[in-house]
């Protein structure tokens, strides 16, 4: 199976410990039964998308009350981007990229790394880290992260001078058919530390966390500058990442 195959399984699968599926034709919708909410992707071997399928999706989005959203990859699902183009939604889209020849990125002087446990008093600050440095606004749900880290499904690290949380990162590992993938996600640093590598460091930690038992690691980059600097710790340009909303 090609590499793209198994990240739509992946896909498919880390929503559902959180989450009640419907699968309407060529989309899937995981409606979150935890603290997060997940986007509508194409159905695992979806050949084609159309417009009026995801006006559909949206029309049951709406009864639902969950945010109208939708992400694919588009060299798996080439006609996603028109269908949701003919929806009347936006798309932003992104380098996918995957752990090929991970290398190891040094810390600056005086940064320590913390793998942070499920009782972690600190956790909501730290969660904080990334959602600020990426500009979101949203408030993560404390408590369903401490579950997720407990049983494995979460690794959060988290860069820190002294006691001052800097950067942050986690990636999410799940078993698919027989072997584990994971994606790097929610790596950020605070604006007033940025321009010293810490991000990548940070997601060169989780990585090297990653590789000791995952078979496949990936992340996906907010476009192609960012994407170069994590070309250069070891990860390959293998897709596009797409959101559309």
Excluded: K
């Excluded at 588009?74 to 020849?101: F, H, I, K, N, Y």
């Excluded at 500009?135 to 408590?143: N, P, S, Y």
């Excluded at 078993?175 to 060169?204: C, D, F, H, K, M």
Aim: charged content about 20%.
């Amino acid at each position: 199976m090609d590499v793209l195959a198994r990240l739509e399984r992946y896909h498919d699968a880390v929503p559902r410990s959180d989450a009640i599926v419907e699968v309407h034709g060529p989309l899937t919708l995981y409606v979150g039964t935890g603290g997060w909410t997940y986007a509508a992707r194409p159905t695992v071997s979806a050949q084609h998308v159309s417009g009026d399928d995801v006006r559909r999706m949206c029309g049951r989005m709406a009864e639902l009350g969950v945010p109208r959203c939708f992400e694919w990859v588009a060299e798996s699902t080439p006609s996603m981007t028109t269908a949701v183009e003919q929806a009347g939604l936006g798309v932003a889209d992104g380098p996918l990229l995957v752990a090929a020849d991970p290398l190891a990125v040094v810390l600056p002087g005086g940064v320590r790394l913390l793998v942070v446990g499920a009782e972690e008093p600190r956790l909501a600050e730290y969660l904080a880290v990334a959602r600020v440095s990426a500009g979101d606004g949203a408030v993560e749900d404390t408590a369903h992260v401490r579950e997720r880290i407990a049983d494995g499904r979460t690794v959060l690290m988290v860069a820190v001078n002294g006691e001052q949380p800097m950067a942050a990162g986690s990636h999410q590992p799940v078993q698919v058919a027989g072997e584990w993938i994971t994606e790097l996600v929610g790596l950020g640093t605070l604006p007033e530390y940025r321009g010293r590598g810490l991000a990548v460091a940070v997601a060169s930690a989780l990585t090297e966390h990653a590789v000791a038992f995952c078979d496949l690691v990936f992340l996906s980059a907010g476009d192609s500058d960012v994407a170069r600097v994590y070309e250069r710790t070891g990860f390959a340009r293998i897709g596009t990442a797409c959101a559309g909303g």
